[in-house]
């Protein structure tokens, strides 16, 4: 294995309860009472499709779906920049994996605007080679694209990198660019079976050693 993919909500930062504080008001305002088990169904997903599923499933006039993607944006930025913390062994993680070689690649769901506060926010944007937005992609998570042209980046074959996913849209994602997956799911999916469709399951990033990460898939 030649390089590490980050994926970034929930892996990162715990972000996913802000994507939650984020569509919950961003719908509201178009009539849509959303609760945060119907934010779970979408862990994964890019914003944009998300706010088209919702628009196709109940409908709306008073807004484009843009503009329903862009208050999401907006609101998640906010939340960011007011309480944004790294998830424990986020930093210790990217400093072992910068010192063991490997080439280092986030690809995230999220737009280019979140990564960019989340990245700035943790001040970790020094530690990768590639950040990479699936907003550049024509589909999102669960298509494994954004992860095959991070790859590309990074100067790698796909076969030979290892994803730090935690939903399962993004292991599906991973899991069909031909890459090995370890995944630390967010609290609310760690009782969810199909996240053992991954090649290695963790609790938390403070478990994985970078050293020894090869062994987790012999």
């Known amino acids: 294995m030649k390089a590490i993919i980050f994926d ?5 930062i715990d972000s996913e309860p802000l994507w939650k504080i ?4 961003a719908f509201a305002k178009v009539g849509l009472d959303l609760k945060t088990t119907d934010c779970e169904e979408t862990v994964g997903m ?3 499709q998300v706010v088209e599923m919702w628009h196709k499933r109940v409908g709306w006039t008073n807004k484009t779906v843009e503009e329903v993607t862009n208050d999401v944006v907006d609101i998640v930025v906010r939340e960011i920049k007011k309480t944004g913390t790294a998830l424990p062994g986020v930093i210790e993680t990217l400093k072992q994996t910068v010192d063991s070689g490997y080439r280092i690649g986030l690809a995230s769901s999220s737009y280019n605007r979140i990564i960019d506060a989340v990245v700035d926010q943790l001040d970790i944007r020094r530690y990768f080679d590639i950040l990479y937005s699936a907003e550049d992609e024509p589909h999102g998570k669960p ?3 954004v992860f095959i042209t ?3 980046y990074l100067g790698v074959r796909p076969e030979e990198c290892i994803v730090i996913e935690d939903s ?7 899991k069909a660019a031909r890459m090995k997956v370890i995944a630390i799911p967010e609290l609310s999916h760690q009782k969810d079976p199909r996240i053992n469709f991954a090649d290695h399951v963790l ?8 050293q020894e990460i090869n062994n987790y898939f012999a």
């Open 46 to 48: 890019r914003i944009d």
């Open 22 to 25: 984020a569509e919950i008001e």
């Open 143 to 145: 298509h494994p694209g």
């Open 168 to 174: 399962f849209n993004g292991i599906i994602a991973a």
């Open 150 to 152: 991070c790859a590309s």
């Open 8 to 12: 970034m909500d929930g892996v990162l």
């Open 203 to 210: 609790k938390s990033m403070e478990e994985i050693n970078i």
